[in-house]
């Protein structure tokens, strides 16, 4: 067998599935965020395949393979060329056409499926691939939970509306978890942000563990489940009835916090207000605010402001447009240049406080309607916190896991802007595609199992899964009679079409090779030594 156990692995090492995989003979790195898988890894790996094939086909996905070079106008036509949300690998041949190296295949099927001119009566359908995608990361880490290049199964379908996607959407969603139950995974289904995929919701399938980068709250009886950049929760409300009382500037110096601050100016520190000026990639400066108990949430603000890039304004600018130093910053008085998003938690409110915009000055009793116009709109961009109330009871629980699958609505995203992705309806008029997405990391749903299943020193891996169903284990190897039992049973159960390894090798210890027995997983060990009879 090529590949072998190794008893270290570097430091860097730090969470199992990367360091198990390793010292198992799995995988091995070429660059940073690329792995050969090797040949315990690639038959484990075309297991979890094979498990998902088969539950695509049962729901009614057909399985193809489109290119990895896509042409670089396909993603100018979405815009996307600088707004994937991951960095775009691209390359030119020799004669000077743009490609890049698929990171996601939207734009790919889309073209596909626009060069034939389809009807109603050709909806809908799902096509998908298993597929390599490349991704340049920042920065890889954990083995194989965030790589650079990776094997994904993504699947694209077209229907004519949204109630025939919904179907679909439910489809997948119930195919998915057929998929990771047969992988022996048991995930939560959260609610997300679509992000750099374009559309309005989509779902992803995490996995609790804490080697996972995904931050989600769940309530008590786990009937809500939202990933931190789209959970919502009650917000606090004052009810209390007052008058107005008369606007004040209240100097305070260098206050750091809302607590210290609200009691400086004498106030609950719920009638603080937090505001922040943002940019955004086209230069638009926005005034974001919230309750004072509270902290932006900065997916949610992209969201609303259609933008894929989004940071705080420097310090110079900030004295620039307000007048202020940092930290001073109000919704009183902004130049009509800056959009000013106001969180729902300030709808309501009396007699409150937010930044002068004049340095080491505050503000207190605001009230709409006298000192600021009636907002026409309130907006959700207040970050979730653990202990939150939640919208369907309880409280939020903050999780950590790792994601190893999502689906997405795309609507009419890419239909309408890719032009001629349209179908004759009913009534022979063209009309756009309305279109959903589906994805599963192959890579990092194997690292994942790991994560779940494994001890200090071995993997344990479902019996669907183990890279042998047995593995004999050769002791006094060096011995004529021992060797020839272990090699005649080995080609014994060969014959029988058993999937069996056979640990044969000479100068290793029986220590050694019961350790990476462990580490290899087979689903029965059988030792045979001089005394087997």
């Avoid at 094979?50 to 193809?64: D, F, H, Y």
């Avoid at 907006?379 to 309880?394: P, Q, S, T, V």
């Avoid at 004529?480 to 079409?497: T, V």
Wanted: aromatic share 10%; with cysteine; charged share 30%.
């Amino acid at each position: 067998m090529f590949g072998r156990t190794e008893k270290k692995v570097s430091a860097d090492m730090v969470s199992a599935s990367h360091r198990l995989l390793y010292k198992g003979g799995y995988v091995r790195e070429s660059t940073a965020g690329r792995y050969y898988f090797l040949p315990l890894g690639w038959k484990v790996f075309n297991k979890i395949a094979s498990i998902v094939r088969e539950e695509m086909n049962k729901a009614g996905a057909q399985e193809m393979i489109a290119p990895v070079l896509h042409p670089l106008e396909l993603w100018k036509e979405t815009n996307r060329t600088n707004e994937a949300g991951f960095e775009l690998m691209r390359i030119k041949d020799r004669r000077g056409s743009e490609f890049a190296l698929g990171g996601t295949a939207e734009e790919m099927f889309v073209d596909l499926v626009r060069k034939y001119q389809l009807s109603y009566k050709d909806l809908p359908f799902n096509i998908y691939q298993l597929s390599t995608k490349f991704r340049d990361e920042l920065r890889a880490r954990g083995g194989l939970l965030r790589v650079r290049e990776f094997v994904m199964k993504d699947a694209y379908s077209f229907h004519v509306d949204e109630e025939d996607f919904k179907k679909e959407y439910e489809n997948m969603r119930t195919t998915y978890m057929k998929i990771f139950n047969r992988l022996g995974l048991d995930p939560v289904v959260v609610e997300s942000d679509n992000g750099y995929i374009g559309g309005e919701y989509c779902h992803e399938f995490v996995v609790e563990s804490d080697a996972g980068e995904s931050k989600f709250f769940v309530n008590e009886d786990r009937s809500y489940a939202a990933h931190e950049d789209v959970a919502k929760f009650i917000k606090y409300k004052d009810l209390e009835p007052e008058d107005m009382k008369p606007r004040e500037d209240v100097e305070g110096v260098g206050m750091i916090g809302v607590a210290p601050l609200a009691q400086h100016l004498k106030i609950p520190v719920e009638k603080t207000t937090k505001t922040l000026l943002f940019e955004t990639e086209k230069g638009e400066v926005v005034a974001a605010a919230v309750n004072g108990i509270y902290d932006i949430n900065e997916a949610k603000l992209k969201k609303i402001l259609h933008c894929t890039d989004l940071h705080l304004t420097n310090a110079d600018k900030i004295k620039e447009l307000t007048g202020s130093e940092v930290g001073y910053a109000g919704i009183l008085n902004l130049p009509s240049s800056i959009k000013v998003i106001l969180d729902d938690s300030l709808k309501g409110r009396m007699n409150f406080e937010c930044g002068a915009n004049k340095t080491n000055f505050h503000s207190i009793n605001i009230n709409f309607g006298r000192d600021l116009p009636e907002p026409s709109e309130f907006y959700d961009i207040a970050m979730a916190k653990e202990g939150h109330l939640c919208i369907k009871g309880g409280t939020l629980q903050e999780k950590k896991g790792i994601e190893v699958g999502n689906i997405f609505q795309l609507g009419y995203h890419y239909s309408k802007l890719m032009k001629g992705a349209d179908f004759t309806d009913r009534d022979g008029k063209r009309k756009p595609y309305y279109m959903g997405c589906y994805g599963i990391g192959l890579g990092r749903t194997m690292a994942t199992i790991v994560e779940k299943y494994h001890t200090e020193n071995s993997i344990t891996w479902p019996e669907t899964l183990a890279p042998y169903d047995y593995e004999i284990i050769g002791i006094d190897m060096d011995k004529p009679e021992a060797y020839e039992k272990a090699n005649n049973l080995y080609n014994k159960m060969l014959s029988e079409g058993k999937d069996v390894l056979f640990d044969d090798r000479i100068k290793t210890t029986a220590g050694e090779k019961f350790a990476d027995a462990d580490l290899i997983g087979a689903k029965e060990k059988i030792v045979v030594s001089q005394k087997s009879s």
